[in-house]
């Protein structure tokens, strides 16, 4: 009688563990779908990033004088309702702080890669951080 109450204990507990295990791979896989919708929408926000700069350079190349030496930013007491904007000149920028165009940085993190690169080295040549290489790596991915 104690082998039978063995046995099923054992079983319950093999049964309760099977039953944890479909469970986390259910959690595993709806997280999974969760982090790809999060990469997509990462991507969208990246390529309308991408699309307002090149409008943003295009404004630059036809009128340089309505730029120059000034900067757009809200007054303190205006909130976030975008009333109040004050020109203010914009703070020196040093040689080091370039902005790159996210999709050519992209395109090159890509072909260096496909050279057989490791993305501390693809960093070191582009000058980017290693973040940086990943992430267009992992973007790479998914499309």
Do not use: N
Not at 116 to 135: D, F, M, Q, T, Y
């Amino acid at each position: 009688m104690a082998y039978f109450f063995l046995l099923a204990g054992a079983f319950l507990l093999f049964w309760g563990l099977w039953q944890i295990r479909r469970e986390v791979r259910e959690e595993a896989r709806e997280a999974a779908g969760v982090v790809d919708e999060l990469i997509v929408a990462g991507q969208h926000l990246l390529d309308q990033i991408d699309q307002r700069k090149r409008e943003l350079d295009e404004l630059r190349a036809t009128d340089p004088g309505r730029c120059a030496g000034r900067s757009l930013v809200p007054a303190a007491d205006a909130g976030m309702s975008g009333e109040g904007v004050v020109d203010k000149a914009p703070a020196p920028v040093k040689e080091k702080a370039q902005v790159r165009p996210t999709a050519g940085l992209r395109e090159k993190v890509w072909t260096l890669a496909d050279t057989g690169l490791s993305p501390p080295e693809i960093a070191r040549r582009l000058g980017s951080s290693k973040g940086e290489v990943e992430l267009a790596l992992r973007l790479r991915q998914v499309r």
